[in-house]
């Protein structure tokens, strides 16, 4: 298993303009081509102006190959030109974890 673990932080004011565009635009066509996040969930203490989503591969082979398919969809090309137009994100932080041999 492989984990992808991002953390995104947003202009403060501007997360809930930046996940209501993320829900109509981006959330169909990622599932389309990920699957389901184990998780996807705004901070509620610490620094509310982000959110983390996790997606989970079999291997960093799986990774690559679900990625650039959703990377090469229209509808995902057109999400990020909406996102960067309305300039919400500050920052995007990305974690690959692979699970420890202890850990089921």
Avoid at 38 to 43: I, N, R
Avoid at 80 to 85: C, D, G, I, P, Y
Wanted: with cysteine; glycine share 6%.
């Amino acid at each position: 298993m492989l984990y992808d673990h991002r953390t995104y932080v947003c202009r403060p004011g501007t997360i809930k303009k930046h996940l209501a565009l993320y829900e109509q635009h981006g959330w169909p066509v990622q599932r389309k081509h990920l699957g389901e996040p184990l998780l996807y969930a705004a901070t509620e203490t610490g620094d509310v102006n982000s959110y983390v989503h996790i997606w989970v591969y079999e291997s960093a082979g799986d990774r690559e190959s679900k990625r650039a398919k959703l990377q090469a969809d229209p509808a995902w090309q057109n999400y990020l030109k909406l996102s960067a137009e309305a300039g919400y994100l500050i920052s995007q932080n990305n974690k690959l974890l692979k699970p420890t041999p202890f850990f089921g």
